[in-house]
Structures are given as C-alpha cells and as structure tokens.
C-alpha cells in the first residue's frame, strides 16, 4: 500500500510514492524577468537528471515562473529535485548573468496528478502557456512535451 505523506512549509505539500507531480515556482519579486539565454539555462538545468532521477514529462520556463509535469523515480524525493533546480539555476544566475539577491521565491506549488484525464490537462496548460501569455506568438522554445 502507498503511504501518503504530508509536510507543510507556507503551503502544504503531500507526497505519494510513484505520483505524477505538477510544480510551479517563481521568480522573487526583486528580480526582473528572466532572458532568453536565463531561460534556456534553467531548462538545460531540469533537463539534465530526466530519466535518471525522475521523468520529465513537460515544462515551460516563462519570464517570472517555471511549471514542470513530472514524476519523481524511487529513492529521489520531489522537494530534493525542486531544491536541486532552484538551487543550482540561482547560483548560476548570479555567476553567469550577474543576478544577486534571491533569485527564487522560497515557496513553490505542487499537486499530486490524480488521473490521466488531470495528466492532460497540465501538459495541455503548461504547453499552452506562452500562447496565453502572448497571443501573438509563433515560436516558443522554452517549453516541451514528451509522450511517455
């Protein structure tokens, strides 16, 4: 049987051995919005334990905050994988595009995906993002969809 388990920081986070998590974190207030060389750093960051520590089954990394559909492997927790890329992504941040101060805001959001029909509609909100942020847009190559 699965054992839930729930800790709270400023919001709650619930965990579930081999759940599909949807995550969100932002930018600090302090910070201005992120450039397209910040942004492809950040996806080179969440991209590069995929398949080894956990599936990534779709992100986007937008100008102030990031969404990423993904599910943890066995023995690798979601919170050391979100503190892993926010973490890592700020310190080079700072040393490679002279940001300083926080880079990200403390708390992120999560939620356990409950079923396929939820599956979808994240992947679909995270793929659609950029065209809901700007209409007008062609091309947006900051975000990625992976059929598992």
């Not at 990200?104 to 950029?130: C, G, H, V």
């Amino acid at each position: 049987m699965e054992e839930l388990k729930i800790y709270e920081r400023q919001l709650p986070h619930w965990r579930l051995s081999d759940a599909t998590y949807f995550v969100t974190w932002r930018l600090s207030n302090t910070q201005r919005f992120l450039e397209p060389q910040e942004k492809s750093l950040v996806v080179e960051i969440m991209k590069y334990f995929d398949k080894e520590r956990y599936y990534l089954h779709a992100y986007v990394v937008m100008n102030d905050h990031c969404h990423a559909l993904l599910q943890a492997k066995g023995g690798f927790a979601l919170e050391k994988t979100l503190h892993s890329w926010k973490s890592y992504s700020a310190k080079r941040l700072q040393s490679d595009f002279g940001r300083s101060g926080q880079i990200w805001q403390y708390e992120y959001y999560d939620r356990i995906i409950r079923d396929d029909s939820e599956f979808l509609e994240k992947a679909n909100y995270i793929m659609t993002n950029p065209i809901r942020k700007w209409p007008d847009i062609k091309h947006y190559e900051w975000v990625s969809y992976v059929e598992s």
